[in-house]
C-alpha cells in the first residue's frame, strides 16, 4: 500500500489518499446533501399545502393549534409534565437495578438457586402479560385499600411502583440476551485463570453484556418516558391530566398537542442517541468480524 509519511508518535505509515478521488467524494457529499435537503423541503411544502387546502382546516386549525390556548395552557402543562420527569428519573435506576437482578437469577445454574431461578422466571412470565395500565390501577387502587399500617397509600408511589415492575421483566429479558450472547469460551477463559464464577460474571461477563445492551434499553426507557403518562388514570396530575382538565374547560384540544410537543421534546433526542448508539454497535461489530 502506498504510504505518504508517518505518523509522528507511533511510526505508522499513514495510508495515501488520492486527492482527485477526495475531491470527488466531497462533491458526491456536498450534492447528496443538497438533494436530500430539497426532497425534504419538498415534501414538507407539499403536506403543509395539503392540510391548509383542506376545508376544515380553520376548524382544525382552531380546535387544535390555537395560539391563545398555547400560550394560556403551556405554563401549566409544563408545570406537570415536570412529574412526569421525575417518574422516570425514580423508575429507571430502580429498573435498572430489579431487571439485572432477574436476568442473573434465571441465569443462575446451582441447584441451590433453583427456587430463585423459578421465581425469576414466573415474574418475568406474569409482568410481560400484564398490560402496564392494568397494573397502575390493580397497584393503585388495591394497595391502598388494603390499609396496611406503615405502607405508604399514595397513588404517585404505586403508579411508579407499578411502571418499575413492569418495566422490569422487559429490561430482565434484554439483560439476559446481552448475558447469553457472550460466547462460553469468554467464560472457560476467566474460570482457567482463576476466576470463581461470581468474578467471572462480574468482571468478564457483565461488562461485555452491558455494553451490547445499551441501545436497546435506550428503547425501552423512551417508552417508559411516554408511559408515564398512565400514573394519571389513577389521580396525580401529569401533563396527560392537566391537558384533560385545560381541554375540559374549553372543549379545545390544544393542550393535548402541548403536551404532545413536551414529551416530544424529550423523547427524541433519546432516540437519537439510542439510533447513534446503534449504528456504533454495528460498526463495532464490522469492524471485529473484519479482523
Given at each position: 500500500?502506498?504510504?505518504?509519511?508517518?505518523?509522528?508518535?507511533?511510526?505508522?505509515?499513514?495510508?495515501?489518499?488520492?486527492?482527485?478521488?477526495?475531491?470527488?467524494?466531497?462533491?458526491?457529499?456536498?450534492?447528496?446533501?443538497?438533494?436530500?435537503?430539497?426532497?425534504?423541503?419538498?415534501?414538507?411544502?407539499?403536506?403543509?399545502?395539503?392540510?391548509?387546502?383542506?376545508?376544515?382546516?380553520?376548524?382544525?386549525?382552531?380546535?387544535?393549534?390555537?395560539?391563545?390556548?398555547?400560550?394560556?395552557?403551556?405554563?401549566?402543562?409544563?408545570?406537570?409534565?415536570?412529574?412526569?420527569?421525575?417518574?422516570?428519573?425514580?423508575?429507571?435506576?430502580?429498573?435498572?437495578?430489579?431487571?439485572?437482578?432477574?436476568?442473573?437469577?434465571?441465569?443462575?445454574?446451582?441447584?441451590?438457586?433453583?427456587?430463585?431461578?423459578?421465581?425469576?422466571?414466573?415474574?418475568?412470565?406474569?409482568?410481560?402479560?400484564?398490560?402496564?395500565?392494568?397494573?397502575?390501577?390493580?397497584?393503585?387502587?388495591?394497595?391502598?385499600?388494603?390499609?396496611?399500617?406503615?405502607?405508604?397509600?399514595?397513588?404517585?408511589?404505586?403508579?411508579?411502583?407499578?411502571?418499575?415492575?413492569?418495566?422490569?421483566?422487559?429490561?430482565?429479558?434484554?439483560?439476559?440476551?446481552?448475558?447469553?450472547?457472550?460466547?462460553?469460551?469468554?467464560?472457560?477463559?476467566?474460570?482457567?485463570?482463576?476466576?470463581?464464577?461470581?468474578?467471572?460474571?462480574?468482571?468478564?461477563?457483565?461488562?461485555?453484556?452491558?455494553?451490547?445492551?445499551?441501545?436497546?434499553?435506550?428503547?425501552?426507557?423512551?417508552?417508559?418516558?411516554?408511559?408515564?403518562?398512565?400514573?394519571?388514570?389513577?389521580?396525580?396530575?401529569?401533563?396527560?391530566?392537566?391537558?384533560?382538565?385545560?381541554?375540559?374547560?374549553t372543549f379545545n384540544f390544544t393542550p393535548y398537542v402541548v403536551a404532545a410537543v413536551?414529551?416530544?421534546?424529550?423523547?427524541?433526542?433519546?432516540?437519537?442517541?439510542?439510533?447513534?448508539?446503534?449504528?456504533?454497535?454495528?460498526?463495532?461489530?464490522?469492524?471485529?468480524?473484519?479482523?
Amino acid at each position: 500500500m502506498t504510504t505518504s509519511g508517518t505518523e509522528p508518535d507511533t511510526g505508522a505509515p499513514i495510508p495515501y489518499v488520492d486527492p482527485v478521488r477526495r475531491d470527488l467524494q466531497r462533491r458526491k457529499a456536498i450534492r447528496d446533501t443538497v438533494i436530500a435537503s430539497v426532497s425534504i423541503a419538498v415534501v414538507v411544502v407539499a403536506g403543509v399545502a395539503l392540510v391548509t387546502s383542506a376545508a376544515g382546516w380553520p376548524l382544525v386549525r382552531d380546535t387544535f393549534f390555537s395560539g391563545e390556548q398555547i400560550g394560556s395552557t403551556l405554563p401549566e402543562i409544563a408545570s406537570a409534565f415536570w412529574l412526569n420527569v421525575r417518574i422516570f428519573l425514580v423508575a429507571e435506576p430502580l429498573i435498572l437495578v430489579v431487571g439485572l437482578a432477574i436476568a442473573l437469577s434465571r441465569g443462575t445454574r446451582s441447584p441451590l438457586t433453583f427456587p430463585l431461578r423459578v421465581v425469576a422466571t414466573v415474574y418475568t412470565d406474569i409482568f410481560r402479560g400484564i398490560p402496564t395500565i392494568l397494573l397502575v390501577f390493580l397497584l393503585g387502587f388495591g394497595v391502598p385499600a388494603l390499609g396496611l399500617s406503615g405502607v405508604p397509600n399514595d397513588p404517585l408511589v404505586w403508579g411508579t411502583v407499578a411502571l418499575v415492575i413492569s418495566y422490569s421483566a422487559y429490561v430482565a429479558e434484554v439483560f439476559r440476551a446481552g448475558i447469553d450472547s457472550v460466547h462460553p469460551s469468554q467464560r472457560a477463559a476467566a474460570r482457567s485463570l482463576g476466576l470463581s464464577s461470581v468474578q467471572t460474571t462480574r468482571y468478564v461477563v457483565l461488562p461485555q453484556a452491558v455494553r451490547r445492551v445499551v441501545p436497546p434499553l435506550l428503547n425501552d426507557f423512551i417508552s417508559l418516558q411516554k408511559d408515564t403518562a398512565l400514573v394519571s388514570v389513577i389521580g396525580p396530575i401529569e401533563a396527560l391530566r392537566q391537558a384533560q382538565i385545560d381541554s375540559s374547560f374549553t372543549f379545545n384540544f390544544t393542550p393535548y398537542v402541548v403536551a404532545a410537543v413536551l414529551f416530544i421534546a424529550l423523547t427524541v433526542p433519546m432516540t437519537r442517541c439510542a439510533d447513534w448508539l446503534n449504528a456504533r454497535s454495528a460498526r463495532e461489530r464490522g469492524a471485529g468480524g473484519s479482523t
